[in-house]
């Protein structure tokens, strides 16, 4: 386990009063990572300061830069009860649940998947009953979670039906959570996330690796295909708002969501022309069709838009046009995308 010493404020563990401990599982991916830059330049969830932060994943993962507060990196499997105790110290008041096996890889790997996706997130549960506090927990649900393809427009009361292991997984992680939360063992939100797009880094094995690359390849000047027709519309949002959810779930009131602790956010739905539209000047040209029917068998089943009157009741931030969030990625991650393909 790796410590990194607070640069600024001194932080010692308790003394703060209405200081937080709060822990990433999933630390070191695209979101987590985000998540925890983003904790290192507030200081503070909901007003309270972060007393200390855990970042769990696979392998430590790197503490963010600047944190004013100690960060725990800690390497280990979220299905592993040991390393989940390491994960969620005693006084943990809020756990960001992230890690997870992609939809692809998942689809691919049943075992890991049920492993990783289910047993992990029963591992949360059983550490959170051993905590004297129930922590809050927000947890990275999907969309892949529900079915219904390219012509459903899905209300809050929708049925999650899945079409792949992946959604079936984050759907019975939802049903654990929800239940744990009427047991007053945590206090879950699950947050039913759209594509974030644009996903730096390189493709991965995400089903839906092709919406990021659409925008991300031709801006790095790469060549890249999409495996499905420029009709094709996917709900989706910006890694911005992404951790604007996150936060927001980790400090709302939850009473109002009584025994329903899924939220659909809202995202856009975006096709794939107009992704193409969004490209600046001859990047276009970089892009072409190369038709998938795997792919295109697991993505069609995902449903491209969503009312999310819920989520907007409670508080949850509308994801912008395209242009802002092209804009976001150029200012967030084009030149660290551009770094590390080039190493
Ligand atoms: N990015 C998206 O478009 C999107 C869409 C819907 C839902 N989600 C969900 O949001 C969460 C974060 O997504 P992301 O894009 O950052 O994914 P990511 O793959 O970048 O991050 C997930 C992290 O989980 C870690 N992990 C995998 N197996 C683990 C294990 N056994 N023990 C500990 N850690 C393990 C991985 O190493 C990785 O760092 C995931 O739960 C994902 O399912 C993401």
Redesign the pocket.
């Known amino acids: 386990m790796a410590w990194k010493a607070g640069a600024a404020g001194g932080m010692v563990a308790g003394v703060r009063e209405g200081a937080m401990k709060v822990t990433i599982?999933?630390?070191?991916?695209?979101?987590?990572?985000?998540l925890a830059a983003r904790l290192a330049a507030d200081g503070a969830l909901g007003g309270k300061p972060v007393e200390e932060l855990t970042l769990?994943?696979?392998?430590p993962?790197a503490a963010p830069e600047g944190a004013g507060f100690p960060v725990r990196c800690v390497?280990?499997?979220?299905?592993?009860a040991s390393?989940m105790s390491e994960?969620v110290p005693e006084k943990t008041s809020v756990v960001f649940?992230?890690?997870?096996?992609?939809?692809a890889a998942a689809e691919a790997d049943f075992d890991?998947g049920m492993?990783?996706?289910l047993d992990?997130t029963r591992a949360l549960v059983e550490r959170c009953r051993a905590l004297p506090a129930a922590p809050r927990v927000v947890?990275?649900?999907?969309?892949?979670s529900f079915s219904g393809g390219q012509e459903a427009v899905l209300a809050d009361d929708a049925r999650q039906v899945p079409a792949n292991s992946?959604g079936a997984q984050?759907a019975m992680g939802e049903m654990l959570l929800a239940d744990a939360t009427r047991k007053g063992f945590l206090d879950a939100v699950c947050?039913?996330?759209?594509?974030?797009?644009v996903?730096p880094g390189r493709p991965?094995?995400?089903a839906?690796s092709f919406?990021?690359a659409i925008l991300r390849e031709p801006l790095l000047g790469l060549e890249t295909t999409y495996p499905v027709g420029e009709e094709f519309g996917v709900w989706?949002?910006s890694?911005r708002v992404?951790v604007e959810w996150f936060v927001h779930a980790a400090t709302m009131e939850t009473a109002a969501l009584g025994l329903d602790r899924g939220v659909n956010p809202p995202g856009r739905r975006v096709t794939v022309a107009e992704m193409l539209a969004a490209l600046p000047g001859n990047a276009r040209g970089l892009v072409r069709p190369q038709p998938d029917p795997a792919i295109e068998a697991i993505v069609s089943g995902w449903p491209a838009a969503f009312t999310a009157e819920r989520a907007r009741r409670l508080g949850f931030s509308e994801t912008p046009g395209l242009d802002v969030i092209l804009r976001g990625f150029v200012e967030d991650d084009l030149e660290a995308t551009r770094a590390e393909r080039a190493a």
């Open positions: 599982l999933g630390g070191g991916g695209f979101l987590g990572r985000k769990f994943d696979l392998s993962p390497g280990g499997d979220v299905s592993d390393a994960a649940h992230l890690a997870a096996v992609v939809s890991l492993r990783v996706n992990g947890f990275t649900s999907s969309v892949a992946y984050k947050i039913r996330l759209p594509t974030v797009i996903r991965n094995k995400a839906s919406v990021s989706v949002c890694p992404a």
